[in-house]
């Protein structure tokens, strides 16, 4: 199926529950750390006391079980980010930039660097190659600086009370009392994102208690430390275990043929001899192994050959643009080009360029939008519509063609 919609939800939502549920994309400059109050609230109190006999039934030790729930805290914030996570939608431009920006680029070669012996011992022992696990390291928690710092035990058990996803997030609970238990971490430190996703490669508990190993020998399965060697290795773990094939590309980007038929679009459809139909690589040769076409921008927006790693990509984090953020950021780091297709315009007629554009014009009118990215979230919403309303113009709140002349014309 061609995938023509040209605006993605990028929160969670969207997101496979398998590995990791921390978002998988990051802010372009690096976030405060995530502090989190904790509320009374009788009636989380109560789930507490509850849920620590299912727990001592489950096989979980007394002593662990009193441990972790004693420190337990209900955090509203952690229900309202679940709430929200949706709000926001980002074009593919809009994606990939921020996925492959300038900094990630940077600072995921010198993180090669700083760690090349480590990856490619664990790149021998699982097929992964380096640049891929940086990739997926370097848009979990930009390369381990956005860890998360909520404690997970409050997090998962405040959304585990909230009921909304309550029997996925008590599984979650469950394995994170396991973790405790057998000595891998601290109480202290099982922090996380608001989710529960935890360490340099955000693995939520029940992934951590099925893939995450020991690959120091130290005898435990640290994927919190300064040092990211069990977190990069149980990565590559988990994709190995998802059907990893060594020596195949995730994909890469090419040409259309004019006319050609984008009916043969979409991951249902796999085959080898798409030279035969006129399809070219931007870079380099064609990929051998089989693979799929997909058109994520639409048929006249950039188009890519995906083979089965990209599906195991997904296993990850089932979102197609996560796939090509770690797929374009590894090439990156490999030392390939910026993609050559031609992004396409979102529902208000403008590319990335165009918003970067309007916010600085509209700070520059005095309307400021504390930053310009080009993602339209609240304070460009806020300063779009003080601006409308300064101008007597209809208050919407949204980004447009016009709005973009007008301000060119210091209107």
Avoid at 210 to 221: E, L, P, S
Avoid at 244 to 271: C, I, M, Y
Avoid at 312 to 333: K, M, P, T
């Amino acid at each position: 199926m061609i995938l023509s919609r040209r605006v993605f939800f990028a929160g969670a939502a969207s997101l496979s529950l398998s590995a990791c549920m921390g978002g998988g994309i990051r802010a372009t400059t690096p976030r405060p750390t995530q502090t989190m109050r904790p509320q009374p609230n009788p009636d989380f109190d109560a789930w507490v006391n509850a849920y620590a006999g299912r727990a001592r039934s489950a096989g979980i030790a007394p002593q662990v079980v009193e441990r972790a729930l004693s420190g337990a805290g209900f955090l509203p914030d952690v229900i309202a980010r679940d709430r929200r996570q949706t709000e926001f939608t980002r074009t593919l431009e809009d994606y990939l930039a921020i996925a492959a920006s300038d900094e990630r680029i940077t600072a995921g070669r010198a993180a090669l660097a700083r760690h090349g012996g480590t990856l490619r011992a664990i790149e021998g022992r699982y097929g992964v190659p380096t640049e891929v696990l940086t990739a997926i390291w370097g848009l979990e928690s930009r390369y381990g600086t956005e860890k998360g710092d909520i404690p997970a035990i409050s997090a998962l058990a405040t959304l585990a009370f909230d009921g909304r996803r309550g029997e996925f997030f008590e599984s979650q609970l469950t394995a994170a009392l396991r973790i405790l238990e057998r000595g891998d971490t601290s109480y202290t430190n099982l922090r996380g994102s608001w989710a529960g996703a935890m360490g340099h490669t955000q693995f939520i508990p029940t992934t951590y208690q099925a893939y995450a190993v020991d690959f120091t020998g130290n005898g435990r399965r640290d994927i919190w430390a300064d040092d990211p060697t069990d977190a990069l290795a149980s990565a590559a773990n988990y994709l190995s275990r998802m059907g990893w094939q060594t020596g195949v590309p995730w994909g890469q980007e090419v040409r259309l043929p004019d006319g050609f038929n984008t009916g043969l679009a979409g991951r249902g459809s796999t085959r080898s001899d798409w030279a035969g139909l006129g399809v070219r690589a931007v870079s380099g040769s064609l990929t051998g192994a089989p693979a799929s076409l997909i058109l994520p921008d639409g048929p006249r927006g950039p188009a890519f050959l995906v083979t089965r790693n990209f599906g195991v990509i997904l296993r990850y984090n089932n979102s197609e643009l996560y796939g090509l953020g770690i797929g374009h950021l590894s090439d990156r780091l490999r030392g390939g080009g910026p993609i050559q297709g031609n992004f396409q315009p979102d529902a208000n007629g403008l590319r990335l360029g165009d918003r970067k554009e309007l916010q600085e014009r509209l700070t520059r009118a005095g309307f400021d939008t504390q930053g310009a990215d080009g993602v339209i979230g609240p304070n460009s919403q806020a300063a779009i519509r003080a601006y409308q309303s300064a101008r007597g113009l209809p208050v919407t709140g949204q980004p447009s063609r016009t709005l973009l002349e007008r301000l060119r014309r210091g209107a």
